[in-house]
């Protein structure tokens, strides 16, 4: 089998032939309608939020911490999530999780204060922890390096999805009947998803759709099987991950590039309402554009980094230019708040948002490309996320305790903003080259 990074796997790796099946662009489709959902999911409360008054009376800092609750659970469990896709696989890791991130997704729609509130949230993140664990698996499992960025950029746009259709999903289902409805309707979506996941999903060379040409473009391509592991990386013991300064500036980065991403989860439709003036019908027409532009610019970024790739850039060069590029351009975000007029807002929000995700197409390639084995993708994939979403916590509090304080976006803008430099810059001077983690001592059987 080829290895990770070599030149087979780059420019020379095989063209595909014309009798190969595509089995594997049907994976990572689905695996993009379930990272809708699961954004959907998460998404929702903040674009319901703002038309829950009636019902909940609750303080900026109060919708910080409600904010925060999902991410307290699903931070916590990534540690273990990434271990668990490793261990189960995608097909179970993913349906599970589906099951039952909906379940709470529905339990919402019962809250009635506070803490019923929380509570709900802080299970639902419970549910949703193994899921970009599980994508990033998928990828390294059924995807050449060639093809690796542009997969990668498919599935993590659903999460931009998921966020875009919240607002004119959620804002059409309260005008038309309640905000109790939404989190029924996107729950019972979820549940759906699992089973069609359960049916469809399998490992390349147990698949019945996949030809033997197609699993052997993948192998041949550089795909992380265990077929191909190095048998001592792969005893490798999951806590000697920490040893390494390349998983450590990985979560370090994501926890910066999240720092913003946060904002556009959380308090985004909040701003536009309360900072921009936006109505219920503006909100669901216009507050999507940052979001849509996002999406674009990710499949384009991942398809130029794989174009790269092809061309004999190192895959080095290919994703500290991408990421680092993409967290200096979200910087644009501490601007935003200044200008005067609305779509100028808009113009460096949409700016902001389609740079971090190019970022983050870049940065959820990076478990496949320093994974010592197979066995390590998921987990590698965990740790950084776990960094990443304890972004999850301190951004929407950190907002929320600075809007009350001020009164205006001005100040958490600004901080978003440097946070964004200071990632760029540990990516580009403190990560070092991207290749296969090195285990040097044998490792002793378990």
Known sequence: ????????????????????????????????????INYLDRSSLSVALPFMGK???LTATQQGLIFAAFFWAYDFCQLAAGWYVDKVGPRKSFSLAAVWWSVFTMVTAAATNFWSLFAARFLLGVGES??????????????????????????????????VIALPVVTLIVALTSWHAVFIIIGIAGIIWAAVWWKVYRSPQEHPGANAAEVAYIEEGGARGEA?????AAKLPWRSLFKYRTVLSMMFGFFCLNSAIYFFITFFPSY???????????????????????????????????????????????????????????????????VPEAWMALALLSLAYSSLTVAATGIWSLPADVAPSSRHVGSI?????????????????????LV??????????????????IGAANYLFVMGKIEPLKVKEPVPAA
């Open 1 to 36: 089998m080829t290895a990770l990074g070599s030149k087979t796997a780059t420019k020379s790796s095989p063209t595909p032939p014309r009798l190969m099946t595509r089995k594997r662009w049907v994976i990572i489709w689905l695996a993009f309608i379930g990272l809708s």
């Open 55 to 57: 019902d909940f009376e």
């Open 130 to 163: 193994p899921a970009p664990s599980t994508a990033a698996k998928v990828v390294a499992t059924w995807f050449p390096v060639r093809e690796r960025a542009f997969a990668t950029s498919i599935w993590d746009s659903g999460s931009r999805v998921g966020a």
């Open 228 to 232: 191909s592991d190095d048998a001592n």
């Open 272 to 338: 536009l309402v309360k900072e921009r003036g936006f109505d219920l019908l503006k909100l669901g027409m216009f507050g999507a554009i940052p979001g849509i532009c996002a999406v674009l610019c990710g499949w384009l970024g991942g398809y130029l980094a794989d174009r790269a790739v092809r061309a004999g850039v190192s895959v080095t060069k290919v994703r500290k230019t991408a990421i680092a590029g993409g967290l200096a351009g979200g910087s644009v975000i501490m601007f935003a708040a200044l």
């Open 381 to 401: 994939g965990g740790l950084q996320n776990f960094a990443s979403n304890l972004a999850g916590i301190f951004t929407p509090i950190l907002i929320g305790v």
């Open 404 to 421: 009350d304080q001020t009164g205006s976006f001005v100040a958490p803008l600004a901080v978003i903003g440097a946070i964004s430099l």
